[in-house]
């Protein structure tokens, strides 16, 4: 369903502190929720590449099990992918054949809401590696070329793809993995009676949004070690954020394994195109896992609330020193990063006193601390904030001041704000062109 959105005050104060008050998270999604129906009806009533019998079996199945579509147009990918299609379309893109595909995929999504509104199904799509994807349901292994037809056919409970030179009929249990049927797998945790499930999806084609290279499909073992991560990390989550865990709960819906290299830094993603949905290298323990969950809510959670409410003007073309990046970031870059790293700040600041903490932890808890006072220092000054924006950056401040009680022992805060002045001396050698007062 497309709305109106608005937020309340009481829940837009609320944001940075964390929590799902009045469900402000499910708002939110909401929001992203809309957008993608709109991109849908874009792609519907376009005339280039797009299949009428995959748009006609869509509007057929949202008429008899609306909640069936939603829920697929509201998974992290398909906003990622509607997106896409709908820039390719707008910018008149040649129809190559990966634009083909892309549009092609359609058909996929049809055949998915066809098995789930029990419609009877004949529509066509393309094949990505080897694999025809199954949105929100898993993929079937086929013999065909990069990006040629598949057609997929529902026959009541039978699923069937054929390819030029292939046929394969699904298994009707399409949780059970078989030699050429991958079903999405999900990640459970449960900790005094709350209760998490993430997909964990490595099979989606259009996964691949954040900019990063995406894992191929997970072993088991390397999935198991997936589990236990994130079982230990919604444990810390329960117990010592717990308002955190709330939004986890209702914002985060998939998480997609990028490839972290050798001796490479832990990585973290998110896509403004795919509320709900994160990138994450295999995390160095549950603490950065927990962190990272957090972190990419937040940037969903600004991303979706920048389409409803002006936070800054937006004609500025003024760089400034994110104490995140080494290269210059223009002011939307410095909020996202702000209000990202705030979360992650929450959840170190609650683990601080947890026995056992060690002393990186706690020092991170200071560096982000320092990091997080600078970058609040800029945005307050930058004189391009709007009121809504002022109002949310001394929320953002005010959040910050509770973390830091009790205070820090000296040495740590010391360390952390050379280390800041260091970094800030750094990125002004490497950004010699940037003008001063652009700074």
Excluded at 237 to 256: F, N, Q, T
Excluded at 343 to 360: T, Y
Aim: aromatic letters at 6%; proline letters at 6%.
């Amino acid at each position: 369903m497309i709305a109106r959105h608005r937020i309340s005050p009481e829940a837009l104060a609320a944001l940075p502190s964390g929590g799902n008050p009045g469900n402000v998270i499910g708002t939110l999604r909401d929001v992203a929720h809309s957008d993608n129906r709109l991109l849908f009806r874009f792609l519907a009533t376009s005339e280039q590449g797009v299949s009428p019998t995959a748009v006609e079996l869509l509007v057929e199945a949202d008429r008899v099990e609306p909640d069936v579509v939603g829920h697929l147009l509201a998974q992290p990918w398909t906003g990622a992918w509607l997106t896409g299609c709908a820039r390719h379309l707008r910018e008149k893109t040649p129809m190559s054949a990966e634009v083909h595909a892309d549009l092609a995929h359609l058909g996929a999504l049809a055949a998915v809401a066809a098995t789930r509104a029990g419609l009877d199904a004949d529509v066509e799509t393309s094949v990505r590696g080897g694999l025809v994807a199954f949105p929100d349901l898993g993929a079937a292994a086929v013999n065909a070329p990069e990006f040629s037809p598949a057609r997929i056919t529902v026959r009541g409970e039978a699923v069937t793809v054929t390819t030029v030179d292939d046929k394969l009929t699904l298994p009707r249990d399409l949780d059970e993995e078989t030699g050429r049927w991958y079903p999405l797998r999900r990640l459970r945790a449960d900790c005094d009676g709350r209760r998490l499930t993430v997909v964990l999806d490595d099979l989606d084609p259009f996964r691949s949004c954040h900019g990063h290279a995406v894992s191929g499909r997970i072993r088991p073992a390397e999935f198991a070690r997936w589990q236990a991560m994130f079982q230990e990390a919604w444990q810390l989550l329960v117990r010592h954020v717990p308002w955190r865990a709330d939004e986890v709960a209702a914002g985060v819906s998939s998480i997609v394994s990028l490839t972290r290299y050798a001796d490479g830094p832990m990585l973290s993603a998110t896509s403004r195109d795919a509320f709900g949905g994160l990138g994450v290298t295999h995390p160095d323990d549950a603490v950065a896992l927990a962190s990272a969950l957090v972190h990419e809510l937040q940037h969903s959670k600004l991303y979706s609330l920048l389409r409803i409410v002006p936070l800054y003007e937006t004609a500025g073309s003024e760089l400034y020193f994110s104490p995140w990046r080494r290269d210059p970031r223009p002011l939307k870059g410095l909020f996202q990063g702000a209000f990202a790293f705030l979360g992650v700040a929450d959840v170190l600041g609650q683990l601080r006193s947890k026995p056992g903490v060690g002393d990186a932890v706690i020092q991170e808890f200071a560096d982000v601390g320092e990091q997080l006072a600078d970058a609040m220092d800029t945005l307050d000054g930058c004189g391009l904030l709007t009121a809504v924006g002022a109002e949310l950056v001394a929320r953002m401040r005010s959040a910050l001041g509770r973390l830091v009680d009790p205070p820090l022992p000296a040495d740590v805060v010391r360390r952390a704000r050379e280390a800041l002045r260091a970094n800030r001396d750094r990125w002004r050698r490497v950004n010699p062109e940037v003008p001063p007062w652009l700074r």
